[in-house]
């Protein structure tokens, strides 16, 4: 057995014997680099959380624009928004904005990090998107990866009432902490033991289990990879479970841990999804681009009917992806 996971186990069973709720977090302070430096222009945002916390965020513009929507990205338990820009930034190209914003304890944002820190960093997040120059607060859609889409399952459902989003992608999410907890301590002889007992110790909220289940008619995605070892894909079926009807599971042969959209086929299947909960939210503004009037939307220049030439373009090649990339 590797050395990671043994060494793991072992700090997350300290960790929660201790009451500690940072266990499930590997912050790197600083950051990478920036997103001009490989050619997206964006914007600093900062903002703070309900309670005083202080933290940092980018707001990527699309390539080229106007933004279709903006995409709210929750990143994964470890390093910062620097390190994660290869996941989402993909999404820019696509035609959407992109904010990604680091939890308490990440990157340049200060304090220290803990499950209800960052549920409330993402609350606040999806607050401050809102009033971003440049931004329609009714078109934003959230992206979430590993323990981010759980994070961002427990924001959204507490924020829609008053502050609602489009859809929500979760990718690779955690479904509960016990589960998570008994799965990673059970992968080394030497933790096995413990992972019962050491579960008990492990938060039960915010659970994204019962934040599923109160999205209502939300669209709601969960993706998953069927080989992936860090978060089972039974996390995302289970989810699915608990959202309902309304939700969709997509679950990617081969792929490991948040893989699924290194896939440029799945990527051209996620922008039609999400392109679809748009057009279903504005069904007023589709209908104007597919009788011909994106130019005039646009202010009488070619770039609306362009745009909606290049959406339908973009449609029927995921309508492809997905006949390519079946669910299990």
């Not at 427990?154 to 489009?166: K, L, N, W």
């Not at 479970?241 to 086929?265: D, K, Q, R, T, V």
């Not at 009488?300 to 959406?311: E, N």
Request: glycine share 8%; aromatic share 8%.
């Amino acid at each position: 057995m590797r050395a990671g996971p043994a060494i793991l186990g072992l700090a997350l069973a300290a960790a929660l014997a201790l009451g500690c709720t940072r266990a499930f977090f590997h912050p790197e302070p600083g950051l990478q680099g920036t997103p001009d430096q490989i050619g997206f222009d964006y914007r600093d945002v900062v903002f703070q959380s309900d309670d005083g916390v202080r933290l940092r965020g980018w707001l990527v513009r699309a390539q080229p624009g106007p933004a279709r929507a903006t995409v709210v990205f929750f990143h994964g338990n470890a390093q910062n928004v620097s390190a994660h820009l290869g996941n989402v930034l993909w999404m820019c190209a696509a035609g959407f904005d992109v904010f990604l914003f680091d939890y308490r304890g990440f990157g340049l944002s200060e304090g220290s990090p803990d499950l209800d820190g960052a549920r409330r960093d993402s609350e606040a997040a999806l607050r401050a998107i809102r009033s971003q120059p440049g931004v329609d607060p009714e078109r934003i859609v959230v992206f979430g990866q590993s323990l981010g889409a759980s994070i961002a399952l427990s924001a959204v459902a507490r924020t829609q009432a008053d502050d609602p989003v489009v859809a929500l992608v979760a990718d690779s999410a955690v479904s509960d902490w016990r589960l998570i907890t008994r799965q990673v301590l059970s992968r080394w002889w030497l933790t096995w033991p413990l992972q019962w007992p050491i579960s008990l110790l492990a938060p039960t909220e915010p659970s994204p289990l019962r934040a599923a289940a109160s999205l209502g008619d939300l669209p709601v995605l969960f993706v998953a990879g069927d080989a992936d070892e860090v978060v089972p894909p039974e996390h995302s079926r289970r989810l699915k479970a608990a959202a309902g009807e309304h939700a969709e599971l997509w679950i990617a042969p081969g792929a490991s841990h948040i893989a699924a959209f290194a896939n440029p086929l799945w990527r051209l299947r996620l922008v039609a999804w999400i392109e679809r909960a748009l057009d279903q939210a504005h069904p007023t503004a589709v209908a104007a681009a597919a009788a011909g009037m994106g130019a005039e939307l646009a202010g009488r220049s070619p770039s609306g009917r362009d745009r909606a030439i290049h959406l339908r373009r973009r449609g029927r090649l995921a309508a492809r992806a997905a006949s390519a990339a079946p669910d299990r």
